[in-house]
Nanobody, 126 residues
Framework: QVQLVESGGGLVQTGGSLRLSCAVS????????VAWFRQAPGKEREFVAA????????YYADSVKGRFTVSRDNSKNTVDLQMNILKPEDTGDYYC???????????????????WGRGTQVTVSS
């Protein structure tokens, strides 16, 4: 059973940076597609970024492209999300999600993932 635990959230000013980490247990990150989603108050959960299990291809939402970077640390079995030039609209609860299934066209869909963490809160003050 794969378990995911997020860490690294907090309060930061506009323009600042945060690094989120998703610790994966019960599975190997190199064989798992891991994604980050976020949910702002009163809004639906939305895709942020993903790292595919094969080849390590990266996918990003247009709203974070060029500011966020997703990466994998095989030695720690973690997938990190480096967030730079943060904006107030980046505020929300950030969740990591994982699947051992090879997914391509559905990689941005929450329904494609069968394992989820509990989330970590990110607040960007203006």
């Amino acid at each position: 059973q794969v378990q995911l635990v997020e860490s690294g959230g907090g309060l930061v000013q506009t323009g600042g940076s945060l690094r989120l980490s998703c610790a994966v247990s019960g599975g190997t990150v190199s064989r798992t597609t891991v994604a980050w989603f976020r949910q702002a108050p009163g809004k639906e959960r939305e895709f942020v970024a993903a790292l595919r299990r094969n080849g390590g291809y990266q996918y990003y939402a247009d709203s974070v492209k060029g500011r966020f970077t997703v990466s994998r640390d095989n030695s720690k079995n973690t997938v990190d999300l480096q967030m730079n030039i943060l904006k107030p609209e980046d505020t929300g609860d950030y969740y990591c999600a994982a699947t051992a299934t090879e997914i391509l066209s559905t990689i941005r869909r929450a329904t494609a993932y069968n394992y989820w963490g509990r989330g970590t809160q990110v607040t960007v003050s203006s």
